[in-house]
Nanobody, 115 residues
Framework: QVQLVESGGDLVQAGGSLTLSCAAS????????MGWYRQAPGKQRELVAT???????NYTDSVKGRFTISRDNAKKMVFLQMNNLKPEDTAIYYC?????????WGQGTQVTVSS
C-alpha cells in the first residue's frame, strides 16, 4: 500500500528557511523519480521540484536558486530545502513520484510565509 507522509511545514517570515521531509512506503523508491508539489489557495497543484533515481534535479522557474530537492534511498525519504522564502510560496506541499500517482497523495504539510 502506497503511503506518503510529509512533514516540516511551518509559519515563517519572508526570507526565512524551511526543510520539508517526506517518508515513502509501498513503492520501489530507489528506482522512481520523486517530486515535490504544492497547491496554493484557489490554485491548481503544481510541480515544484523533481529528482530522478540517479539524483538529477529540476525546478520550476519560480523556485530556482532558492529550493533544493534531495533524497535518501536507503531511508526512502525525499527532502526539500527552501531558502529565501516568499509570501507566494505559501501553499500545502506534497510529495509524490514523478509522474504523480492519481489516487495516492499524502496529507501534505502547510507552509505559510508572512510578509
Amino acid at each position: 500500500q502506497v503511503q506518503l507522509v510529509e512533514s516540516g511545514g511551518d509559519l515563517v517570515q519572508a526570507g526565512g528557511s524551511l526543510t520539508l521531509s517526506c517518508a515513502a512506503s509501498g513503492i520501489l523508491f530507489k528506482i522512481v523519480a520523486m517530486g515535490w508539489y504544492r497547491q496554493a489557495p484557489g490554485k491548481q497543484r503544481e510541480l515544484v521540484a523533481t529528482i530522478t533515481s540517479r539524483g538529477s534535479t529540476n525546478y520550476t522557474d519560480s523556485v530556482k536558486g532558492r529550493f533544493t530537492i534531495s533524497r535518501d534511498n536507503a531511508k526512502k525519504m525525499v527532502f526539500l530545502q527552501m531558502n529565501n522564502l516568499k509570501p507566494e510560496d505559501t501553499a500545502i506541499y506534497y510529495c509524490n513520484k514523478d509522474p504523480a500517482y492519481v489516487y495516492h497523495w499524502g496529507q501534505g504539510t502547510q507552509v505559510t510565509v508572512s510578509s
